[in-house]
């Protein structure tokens, strides 16, 4: 073997070894275990139940719209704080399409029931003014919070809006509507919890 054999490494015109490639297959490594480590983490995250009807309804925390506020509500309202009548509780946006469908049809259920039944909104990947303006464009007048941080809709695995939560009065999931609610459906469920 000769002494001055060349070497099998990248010299650039200065006669240094070039550690770029050396370096793109790091940088490439540490892309690849920072995906592995997002991905453990995401089914880490999803390994949580959705709630279905029979189950205990999720319970949170939510500060209201300005002039959306539960008549009952505090600095610290929580879901658990609103039993003893059924509520309906509704996941929506305003730049949802088919939220629209929905909203008139709630807003005159929540009329017609009354203090029988607690309808509640819960804003999903929005913006407060529009929010606001979608709330007023219907003339909503139940109780519609923010959803900050995407808290609550993690607590209940929505699929996407509307998605629609009935829960009886002692605070089980009746029934889960998933795509804007039918009223003969809604109101079949209301009656069966108000007269059971």
């Given at each position: 073997?000769?002494?001055n054999a060349p070497r099998n490494t990248l010299t650039n015109e200065s006669g240094h070894t070039n550690s770029g490639s050396r370096r793109f297959f790091i940088a490439i490594w540490v892309v690849i275990i920072a995906l592995l480590a997002l991905f453990a983490w995401g089914l880490f995250n999803n390994s949580q139940e959705r709630p279905i009807a029979g189950a205990a309804?999720?319970?949170?925390?939510?500060?209201?719209?300005?002039?959306?506020?539960?008549?009952?509500?505090?600095d610290d309202t929580h879901l658990v704080q609103m039993r003893g009548r059924p509520v309906v509780l509704n996941f929506w946006a305003s730049w949802c399409v088919e939220c629209h469908l929905e909203a008139e049809l709630l807003e005159n259920l929540s009329r017609e029931y009354g203090d029988?039944?607690?309808?509640?909104g819960i804003a999903y990947v929005d913006t407060p003014t529009k929010s606001v303006e979608y709330l007023e464009s219907y003339g909503i007048s139940y109780p519609n919070?923010?959803?900050?941080?995407?808290?609550?809709?993690?607590?209940?695995?929505?699929?996407?809006?509307?998605?629609?939560f009935?829960?009886?009065?002692?605070?089980?999931?009746?029934?889960?509507v998933i795509g804007p609610v039918n009223e003969t459906r809604l109101r079949a469920i209301l009656e069966q919890l108000l007269n059971s």
């Open positions: 073997m000769e002494a309804a999720p319970d949170f925390h939510m500060q209201f719209f300005d002039g959306y506020a539960w008549v009952d509500a505090d029988r039944v607690l309808f509640l919070a923010p959803d900050l941080g995407g808290a609550i809709s993690k607590k209940y695995e929505i699929t996407g809006v509307p998605e629609t009935i829960i009886d009065a002692e605070g089980t999931i009746a029934d889960v």
